[in-house]
């Protein structure tokens, strides 16, 4: 696979995050309302625009609207659809260019919206580094990895109303929390405010039963990088036995582009080696997972950009496909709009883990940040992720999924 070049000159750029094989999907507001559009280049391209100049015929208007909900809908052949006329349209030598061209909008001045409407929210932990990691750290050596953990994906039901878009400032939550050594639980700020890098999958079809990963492969649209803020202090107080629950519950960013899964399909990557078989109706079903280089920037207020960590999605142990259909195991209905989380994804090095829990070893160890030690977040921090499939001569990228912290309220609960 090679580029497919584009009279978008700037998608032609092999450092670009946004090139016609790409075509992520976001929603814009160019001034008069958010709606569907397409990255090119260093460009937006208006879906609803086009749909409705009749370059753009999926049947019933699904562009014009704030949301990707009703392509994803819509099922896998209108998906491919949608990519053969959008490629068309922006190829080199397009006879429709000078229609299309008008629909075009700078990126850099766009406001960008939630890609789609979340339906659901799940979080898994399957990355092995990651869950290794903190299991020593929580429960020692010994007993880093649960029992559990080598034969089905853990996850639990987050919260898809704290879901918000790349940009949207976070702030530090309150809780109850209590250290190992504290006689009681206090009710305070996090001190231990942190973030997690991961990959999030996105269900654009519905299921109402137990489906097969092959079936789990073909159910998902696409995917998002994903940051799953954790207070630290607060999960480790609260997580026995019912595991995260107000920790995780703050926000959750996602990229504002949607990478569909046609666009990785040239990356994917084979299943890891597994000590112990999983279960039939888990077993790897093929090339589903992929090659998708990730990075964390910290970005201190009035300090520079550091990347503080290099990893790779070839890291996860279980792929989205197999985190969808073990959700399905018990019957549990699947909706359009429903993201995934992947859990943390941490690689085998130090300078490969995915959150400032492992990076600073639970703060015994803090990073050097612009010359100064650092443990966890600080209000101003700005936390960056970016990832992309590496191609020859191209990339495939999401575009930044970043959020700076504020500071904690003054104490809700203050009489
Ligand atoms: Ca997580």
Known sequence: MSMIRSWVDSANDPEGDFPLNNLAL???????????????????????????????DLGPRLCDRPCWNALMAAGPKAWDAFRARMTALLREGAPEQARVAPHLHPMGSATLHLPFTVAEFTDFYAGRHHATNVGTMFRGAENALPANWLHIPIGYNGRASSVVVSGTPVRRPWGQVKAPDDSAPRFAPSARFDFELELGAIVGQPSTGPVS????????????????????????????????????????????????????????????????????????AGRDFHDITLAVTLTPEHGTPETIARTNTRELYYSPAQQLA?????????????????????????????????????????IDLNGAPRAFLENGDTVTLSGAAIGEGYRIGFGPCGGTILPARQNPYAP
């Open 26 to 56: 976001g929603v814009f507001d160019p001034g008069d309302g958010p709606r569907c559009g397409v990255a090119i280049g260093d460009r937006i391209v208006d879906a609803a625009a086009l749909e409705a100049n009749g370059l753009l």
């Open 213 to 284: 990963v092959a079936q789990a492969q073909d159910m998902i649209f696409g995917y998002v990088l994903l940051n799953d803020w954790s207070a630290r202090d607060i999960q480790a107080w609260e997580y026995q036995p019912l595991g995260p629950f107000q920790s995780k519950a703050t926000a959750t960013t996602i990229s504002p582009w949607i990478v569909m899964r046609a666009a990785l399909d040239p990356f994917r990557a084979a299943p890891p080696d597994r000590e112990v078989p999983l279960l039939p109706h888990l077993s790897d």
């Open 326 to 366: 073990h959700h399905t195991t018990s019957g549990c209905p699947m909706r359009v709009g429903d993201l995934i989380g992947s859990g943390t994804i941490s690689g085998p090095t130090p300078d490969s883990r995915g959150s400032m829990l492992e990076l600073s070893w639970g703060g015994q160890t803090p």
